[in-house]
Structures are given as structure tokens and as C-alpha cells.
């Protein structure tokens, strides 16, 4: 009798350590899945604002900073069996480190939607998502195994926490351009300029490093890629984003690079190849495209003649 007691007591305390797993990992997977559907959200709206305006943006971007700090919240508030310690302990890192870098990116979107302080707050905004990127790492390393060992361990099966990689596509995001060149659809997305003077120019043009100049044909060796540096100048008196340059050649299809940023009165070039290859004298129209309020545009286009020998 004494024996049956035993293990029937044992048998009862198995059961509860089990259900007091699977309630863990069932509690994990929740708040995993639903980051995972605020990375979507976030990075989303990166890709692709549609429609919304900055305000728009920084609003959404502020909901993604306050469920990520509730997330946060019920991952302190978990109830870890004995063996889920050191998981717990993980997991509590993980999200500390994403609701703080959360928290930081949304407290600088502002003001990288803006001009004074753009640079700056592009670049703590790529640093914050250094961190994200290191809470994945942590996730996969210290909390997933370990989870799912425990549940091995006690043979639970089927109770297995999914991944969770907030920052998608790789270490695209860790990149200052990339966050910069996303956030410029932003300003397109809403189409409206900030105040100031707004005006760009075509500095200058050349092939392969021979220089252009309008009225004046130039001869080019055709021994290899053409390719055409465009030099454009921020003449306005604000910061402007997703700066598009185009190159046709003889008035056929046309090719474009984008210049992610220009600050007022800064200088930058983009490189655009011509593929394929001209052949012998052709004509080239250089136009570097309007931005919002911008209103004299004479100066922002020009036409080459070029032979290709």
C-alpha cells in the first residue's frame, strides 16, 4: 500500500511539472507568434508606407514600441517551472533588448523623417537594429534549445517553441543606406515638401571619365562598359531623400539610380552603366528628377553628344 501511495504521489507530481511545461511553452509560443506579427507589421511599413503620411508612420511605429514593451512585460510576468530557469533567464534578455531598441527607434523616427538631425537619427535607428538582430541571435543560441531540450527531457511532445527572427532578411537592415533609402519612401509616400527652399542641379557629367559638356562632342573608347557618373548638388535649404537620376540614350529606354540622401548644399554622384553598349555617335539626355517643392527644374537635365570608338 505504501508503495502504490508513493508512486501514485509521484505520478501526480509528474503530471503537474508536465502541465506546468506545456503551459510555459504554450505561453512562449503565444508571445512569439505575436512578435512575430509585429515584425511584419514594422518591417512592412519599412518595405513599403503605401499611403501614410510621416505622422501616419510615426504613430504605427509607436504601437510596434508599446506591444513590444507589453511582450516585455508578460515574458517578466511568465511562471518557469524549475528546469525552464536558465530559458527564462534568456528569453527575459531577448526582450529587453527588442523593447529597448524598439523604444530608441521610435523615439528618433521623427526626427530621421525630418532635416536638422536626419544622419544622426538614421544612424542610432541602424545601431538599434544591431540589437534586434542580437536578440534573434540570443533566441536561437540560448532560449530555443534550451526550451525545447526540457520538453525532450520530460518526454513532452508537440509543445516545441517556434523561431522567432524579428529582424527578416539578413543583415539587410543593420545598414544606415538601407534604413535611409526605406524611410525616404516615406517622404515620397505623403508627397508634400517641408518648408524652405527645396531645388537640386546637375553638377556635372561624365564617361568614363571623360567629362561632358553640352554643345561640345566628346569621343569615348568603346573598349569597355560605358558608364555614366552624374554629379548632382542640393541647392535648398533641406535634406532630400530618394533622389532619382536618369540616363537615355538616344532617346530610347531609360536607366536610373537613386541617391538615397543629399544634404542641403552637399554634392553626390551615382554611377548608371549602359547596357547594353552604344555604338558610335549617340546622344545622351541626363535629367536628375524633381522633389517636392522644388521649383525651377531648368537647370536639373542636359543633353550629350558622345561617340563610342
Request: aromatic residues 4%; charged residues 20%; negative net charge.
Given at each position: 500500500?505504501?508503495?502504490?501511495?508513493?508512486?501514485?504521489?509521484?505520478?501526480?507530481?509528474?503530471?503537474?511539472?508536465?502541465?506546468?511545461?506545456?503551459?510555459?511553452?504554450?505561453?512562449?509560443?503565444?508571445?512569439?507568434?505575436?512578435?512575430a506579427?509585429?515584425?511584419?507589421?514594422?518591417?512592412?511599413k519599412?518595405?513599403?508606407?503605401?499611403?501614410?503620411?510621416?505622422?501616419?508612420?510615426?504613430?504605427?511605429?509607436?504601437?510596434?514600441?508599446?506591444?513590444?514593451?507589453?511582450?516585455?512585460?508578460?515574458?517578466?510576468?511568465?511562471?518557469?517551472?524549475?528546469?525552464?530557469?536558465?530559458a527564462?533567464?534568456?528569453?527575459?534578455?531577448?526582450?529587453?533588448?527588442?523593447?529597448?531598441?524598439?523604444?530608441?527607434?521610435?523615439?528618433?523616427?521623427?526626427?530621421?523623417?525630418?532635416?536638422?538631425?536626419?544622419?544622426?537619427?538614421?544612424?542610432?535607428?541602424?545601431?538599434?537594429?544591431?540589437?534586434?538582430?542580437?536578440?534573434?541571435?540570443?533566441?536561437?543560441?540560448?532560449?530555443?534549445?534550451?526550451?525545447?531540450?526540457?520538453?525532450?527531457?520530460?518526454?513532452?511532445?508537440?509543445n516545441?517553441?517556434?523561431?522567432?527572427?524579428?529582424?527578416?532578411?539578413?543583415?539587410?537592415?543593420?545598414?544606415?543606406?538601407?534604413?535611409?533609402?526605406?524611410?525616404?519612401?516615406?517622404?515620397?509616400?505623403?508627397?508634400?515638401?517641408?518648408?524652405?527652399?527645396?531645388?537640386?542641379?546637375l553638377?556635372?557629367?561624365?564617361?568614363?571619365?571623360?567629362?561632358?559638356?553640352?554643345?561640345?562632342?566628346?569621343?569615348?573608347?568603346?573598349?569597355?562598359?560605358?558608364?555614366?557618373?552624374?554629379?548632382?548638388?542640393?541647392?535648398?535649404?533641406?535634406?532630400?531623400?530618394?533622389?532619382?537620376?536618369?540616363?537615355?540614350?538616344?532617346?530610347?529606354?531609360?536607366?536610373?539610380?537613386?541617391?538615397?540622401?543629399?544634404?542641403?548644399?552637399?554634392?553626390?554622384?551615382?554611377t548608371?552603366?549602359?547596357?547594353?553598349?552604344?555604338?558610335?555617335?549617340?546622344a545622351?539626355e541626363?535629367?536628375?528628377?524633381?522633389?517636392?517643392?522644388?521649383?525651377?527644374?531648368?537647370?536639373?537635365?542636359?543633353?550629350?553628344?558622345?561617340?563610342?570608338?
Amino acid at each position: 500500500m505504501l508503495i502504490l501511495i508513493v508512486l501514485g504521489v509521484k505520478g501526480c507530481l509528474d503530471a503537474r511539472k508536465n502541465r506546468a511545461l506545456t503551459d510555459y511553452s504554450r505561453n512562449v509560443t503565444q508571445i512569439v507568434d505575436e512578435t512575430a506579427q509585429t515584425s511584419k507589421g514594422f518591417f512592412g511599413k519599412l518595405a513599403d508606407p503605401g499611403s501614410l503620411s510621416v505622422t501616419e508612420f510615426v504613430a504605427e511605429v509607436n504601437a510596434d514600441r508599446s506591444a513590444m514593451d507589453n511582450y516585455a512585460t508578460r515574458v517578466d510576468g511568465l511562471d518557469a517551472p524549475g528546469d525552464m530557469a536558465h530559458a527564462q533567464s534568456a528569453l527575459e534578455l531577448v526582450y529587453e533588448l527588442r523593447s529597448a531598441a524598439m523604444g530608441e527607434i521610435a523615439d528618433q523616427m521623427s526626427t530621421a523623417l525630418g532635416d536638422v538631425g536626419s544622419e544622426k537619427a538614421i544612424a542610432t535607428i541602424a545601431a538599434r537594429m544591431q540589437r534586434l538582430f542580437a536578440s534573434d541571435v540570443v533566441y536561437a543560441a540560448a532560449v530555443r534549445p534550451q526550451i525545447d531540450r526540457v520538453l525532450a527531457d520530460s518526454g513532452i511532445e508537440g509543445n516545441d517553441v517556434p523561431e522567432s527572427v524579428f529582424v527578416p532578411e539578413g543583415t539587410k537592415w543593420l545598414e544606415e543606406s538601407a534604413v535611409s533609402a526605406a524611410l525616404s519612401l516615406v517622404s515620397d509616400a505623403t508627397g508634400a515638401a517641408t518648408p524652405g527652399v527645396h531645388g537640386l542641379g546637375l553638377a556635372g557629367a561624365s564617361v568614363n571619365g571623360t567629362e561632358l559638356s553640352e554643345g561640345t562632342p566628346v569621343s569615348v573608347a568603346a573598349e569597355e562598359t560605358p558608364e555614366v557618373e552624374v554629379t548632382v548638388e542640393n541647392q535648398g535649404e533641406s535634406t532630400e531623400n530618394g533622389v532619382t537620376v536618369t540616363v537615355t540614350v538616344n532617346g530610347g529606354g531609360t536607366l536610373q539610380q537613386d541617391i538615397s540622401s543629399i544634404a542641403a548644399g552637399e554634392v553626390q554622384s551615382v554611377t548608371i552603366p549602359l547596357t547594353p553598349a552604344p555604338q558610335g555617335e549617340v546622344a545622351l539626355e541626363v535629367e536628375v528628377e524633381t522633389v517636392p517643392g522644388e521649383r525651377v527644374s531648368t537647370n536639373n537635365e542636359a543633353s550629350y553628344t558622345v561617340d563610342f570608338e
